[in-house]
């Protein structure tokens, strides 16, 4: 079965730095899809950024990028000018190509910005 | 476009209550969907998913259960709550086999 590891439960960041947010993985397969969600106090699930794994080039999305090293089985999010908005719990997640695959999370990571 | 609405958002119930919380997805056919609960506000629990009317899958065995009437209609049921089913619970849809789930705006669940 598939795992996601997030071993760092908190992190903290000073506003309009740079915080990266680690993540492993375990699977066998050669094909599937990583994603970093976002959860704000208000607890709505956001998906932040999404990686193929067929795709060697890291996803970016605005200031979110990933760091995605297959061999390593690893997938780090790396968030550029922090801002106070991102404050929340960052979920990493794994699913598999499968047409009834399921999504995998981490434990997740809560992230503070400091002003 | 999708959306997904989830209902209530809040809800106290007594122990030994029955419970009933919806989700409805819009503008896309045959969603796979899903109930997740989160406890302590930490990790995602998959409690059941769904690929079809009828057919529903359970991933935890629990106080809880599930049905899927409509193809676009997820519930999540128990006919008696205990303290331990407190939590918030998330409902979600993806397209089969394809990227992320989108997900509802939850439910915060107190059995008092």
């Known amino acids: 079965a598939q795992t996601v590891t997030q071993s760092q439960p908190e992190m903290s960041v000073q506003e309009a730095e740079t915080v990266t947010l680690s993540c492993t993985y375990d699977t066998s397969e050669s094909d599937y899809y990583l994603f970093w969600y976002k959860q704000p106090p208000s607890r709505q699930m956001i998906l932040v950024i999404r990686?193929?794994?067929?795709?060697?080039q890291n996803a970016t999305e605005n200031r979110f990028s990933v760091n995605f090293q297959k061999a390593a089985k690893s997938f780090s999010l790396k968030i550029s000018d922090s801002q106070l908005g991102d404050a929340a719990m960052y979920f990493c997640?794994?699913?598999?190509?499968?047409?009834?695959?399921?999504?995998?999370f981490g434990k997740g990571i809560t992230l503070s910005v400091r002003p | 476009s999708q959306t997904i609405h989830q209902w209530p958002a809040t809800l106290v119930q007594p122990v030994g209550s029955p419970l009933s919380l919806e989700c409805t997805v819009e503008?896309?056919?045959?969603?796979?969907l899903y109930w997740y609960r989160q406890a302590a506000g930490r990790g995602l629990q998959l409690l059941f998913y769904?690929?079809?009317?009828?057919?529903i899958s359970s991933e935890v065995p629990q106080n809880l259960s599930a049905s899927r009437p409509q193809d676009r209609q997820f519930i999540l049921s128990s006919k008696k709550l205990l303290l331990s089913d407190s939590g918030f619970y998330l409902c979600a849809w993806s397209v089969l086999g394809y990227g992320g789930y989108t997900f509802g705006s939850g439910t915060r669940l107190t059995v008092v």
């Open positions: 997640a794994y699913r598999d190509t499968g047409a009834n695959s399921k999504l995998t």
């Open positions: 503008g896309t056919s045959n969603p796979n």
């Open positions: 769904s690929v079809g009317i009828g057919q």
């Open positions: 990686q193929e794994a067929y795709k060697q």
